[in-house]
């Protein structure tokens, strides 16, 4: 008899043809299906429990996906859909997985009929250029300064979170320190979100939530004889220990007399009093240093009113220089009142009994702080994300200058202009423009759907009034009816929609394109959870 050969190590997977397309395709719908409904003003919660017990509730789609700690491939690659989004847009991390979902569900019909996944890959591909080019003609224009739209795209990223009971003034917040931030290169402008530190206490209400034109710092001064409050503050920002250094190479100093001992002490004192008198010097009133601080210079400090805080993260020194104006030092001897910033106030206040400095009424801010608050940990944690999208949304829309109408309107106009589109295609093609053409209306399906309407009756309306031109009717979801969605001020930045489409398509292509799955196992168990790559086999775990 013929020896077998073998080519995989023993414990690999092998799984190939339509089998491993239709399980690739089955495990990524059920990611689309877990986020579906939680699209939309009246999209529900999930409540998200990992193995050591702590519980997460929400409705923002890319915590959803990441929580849920899935392990089949496809899926993962549903999660990625997210990441992106979440990362580009920092919105709209729903839209793109169930579109990524439904692009896979249409696409599974035409496999039914023997069209080849390239063909249809193909035609996703065409029908997603073509999506972007419609979605540009649809667009409004927005600038930095149409603060009512930039107001109306923060409240639409937060309605249907817990934060929409104070979403009226948690919008204007978001739009303050976005604009606050935002910085002109090239006639372009340029928004770092990572400029707006989101820091969450919990204790007050939602609407307690604050803007700080300045920063908050987790620290507090490093000496109780200091001042807690120090009006129109010099600050100094200094990236080195206010303490003797140890030399690099080890040394033995041999002492004979109990006198050197004490020249010895008096001679580090008087090094670390010189530290201190440059400091005063400069005239800071307010020093914020990234290393550890002496308890003599600790001292000294105290008894010149200095205000201190050490060991300061370097993120929120670099945020602190952006927001005071001032020049992070790295050598004492260089410090002068040229490289101190400026701010109203520096105030060591406590929340909910911890201990932080606030950098407050700093002049034009390059960096600033949103304190969130919340009566329990769940809400403060939920509101910190709808802040989070907001800002995200707000600084898109400022960044691209485009905006569209919400409520499932672009995506009806879209699919109306692929299905003309795709008569001009023809081929094969034809069919995969037409089907992504379906599968882009799986949004406002779902808007439909959560409002208790009849989904096919509203699509049928949506449809006849975009064929007249109405290019702004979408669904009224609060209100359960379709109505004009500019004039009823739910407006989202274009780039949720091109950045969804684009990470939903290339997704799907991809996942489409498999024919072969090959997985290796590394121990004795099977290479992959029980029951095979079926559906979402092994992943009990989630929630």
């Known amino acids: 008899m013929q020896q077998p050969i073998l080519v995989l190590p023993e414990g690999a997977f092998r799984e190939q043809g339509r089998s491993a397309q239709r399980n690739n395709i089955s495990a990524a719908k059920q990611v689309a299906e877990m986020v579906k409904t939680t699209l939309g003003p009246r999209g529900m919660d999930k409540m998200l429990v990992d193995s050591l017990g702590d519980i997460t509730i929400t409705n923002d789609g890319a915590t ?30 729903t839209t793109a997985v169930v579109l990524a979902g439904e692009l896979l569900k249409k696409a599974e019909t035409l496999l039914d009929q023997n069209i080849h996944p390239t063909v249809i890959s193909r035609g996703y591909r065409m029908a997603a250029n073509k999506a972007y080019e419609i979605l540009d003609n649809i667009g409004k224009d927005v600038s930095i300064n149409d603060r009512e739209t930039l107001i109306r795209i923060a409240e639409t990223a937060m309605t249907g979170k817990s934060a929409e009971v104070a979403k009226e003034g948690l919008a204007e917040l978001a739009v303050d320190a976005v604009t606050q931030v935002a910085e002109t290169e090239n006639g372009k402008i340029n928004i770092d979100q990572d400029n707006i530190k989101v820091e969450k206490k919990v204790g007050g209400a939602t609407s307690d939530t604050e803007l700080i034109t300045g920063v908050i710092i987790d620290k507090e001064r490093v000496h109780s004889g200091m001042p807690k409050n120090v009006k129109n503050a010099k600050i100094a920002l200094i990236d080195k220990a206010l303490e003797i250094e140890k030399t690099e190479t080890d040394a033995k100093i041999q002492i004979t007399d109990p006198m050197q001992l004490q020249a010895f002490i008096d001679q580090e004192e008087t090094m670390i009093k010189k530290m201190v008198d440059k400091i005063v010097e400069s005239g800071a009133t307010v020093v914020f240093c990234q290393k550890g601080i002496d308890d003599l210079a600790q001292h000294y400090l105290s008894k010149k009113g200095i205000f201190v805080a050490r060991r300061v993260k370097k993120s929120d020194m670099e945020k602190l220089a952006k927001a005071t104006d001032a020049r992070l030092v ?40 949103v304190l969130v608050r919340g009566g329990t940990e769940h809400v403060v944690d939920e509101v910190e994300r709808a802040i989070t999208d907001a ?8 960044e691209i200058g485009k905006v569209v109408a919400g409520g499932g309107t672009p995506e009806i106009e879209v699919a109306k202009q692929l299905r003309d589109y795709a008569t001009q295609v023809g081929g094969r093609e034809q069919l995969a423009i037409n089907a992504f053409a379906d599968a882009i209306e799986v949004i406002p399906r779902t808007l439909a759907e959560s409002a208790g309407m009849d989904a096919i009756d509203i699509l049928v309306e949506l449809r006849s009034e975009h064929e007249k031109g109405n290019t702004d009717m979408g669904i009224d979801v609060l ?49 992959m959870p029980p029951g095979g790559m079926g559906g979402m086999g092994g992943m009990e775990g989630m929630y």
């Open 64 to 93: 959803i996906v990441e929580e849920m700690k899935v392990e089949h491939p496809a899926a993962k690659m549903m999660v990625e859909v997210a990441k992106t989004q979440d990362d580009e847009v920092g919105d709209g991390t």
């Open 330 to 369: 790295t050598n004492l001897e260089d410090l002068s009142a040229k490289d101190l910033g400026t701010a109203d106030e520096v105030i060591e206040q406590k929340i909910s009994g911890d201990a932080m400095t606030f950098v407050r009424g700093c002049k034009d801010p390059k960096a600033v702080s």
């Open 391 to 398: 800002l995200g949304g707000v600084a898109s829309a400022i």
């Open 479 to 527: 209100n359960a009816k379709i109505a004009d969605m500019w004039a009823k001020g739910v407006i989202e930045p274009l780039k949720i929609k091109t950045q969804a489409i684009k990470s939903a398509s290339e997704a799907a292509g991809m996942i489409l394109r498999i024919d072969d799955i090959i997985a290796s196992s590394k121990s004795s168990a099977p290479a």
